[in-house]
């Protein structure tokens, strides 16, 4: 049974910085993408951050390049999203999903495509 956890959410002040991760458990497949997204209050889940298997690619949405960093972590089978300079406006529940792929430096921010997803962790940001 594939299981994707999070943590590493909570509240933090406006500018500061936090960690998440995501720990993948199950997953057979030799190579997979793991991707962030995050859904706010009375919003649509969007993407935040994406990372192939090789480490190779990355995406980022428009809001959080320069501020964000995705990274991975394969002998852990966990990947992280170090969130820095944070804004009330990244307040959102974060989920990590994953999509199995043939080629190891695949990755995509189309949400649509990940198979498993996780429970999510909630990040609040305070002004």
């Known amino acids: 049974q594939v299981q994707l956890v999070e943590s590493g959410g909570g509240l933090v002040q406006a500018g500061g910085s936090l960690r998440l991760s995501c720990t993948v458990s199950?997953?057979?497949?030799?190579?997979?993408?793991v991707g962030w997204f995050r859904q706010a209050p009375g919003k649509e889940r969007d993407f935040v951050a994406t990372?192939?298997?090789?480490?190779?690619?990355?995406l980022y949405a428009d809001s959080v390049k320069g501020r964000f960093t995705i990274s991975g972590d394969n002998a852990k089978n966990t990947v992280y999203l170090q969130m820095n300079s944070v804004k009330p406006e990244d307040t959102a529940v974060y989920h990590c999903?994953?999509?199995?792929?043939?080629?190891?430096?695949?990755?995509?921010?189309?949400?649509?495509?990940?198979?498993?997803w996780g429970q999510g962790t909630q990040v609040t940001v305070s002004s």
């Open positions: 999903a994953a999509v199995s792929a043939y080629n190891r430096d695949f990755a995509t921010s189309r949400q649509n495509m990940y198979t498993y």
């Open positions: 199950g997953l057979t497949f030799s190579s997979y993408a």
């Open positions: 990372i192939s298997w090789s480490g190779a690619t990355t």
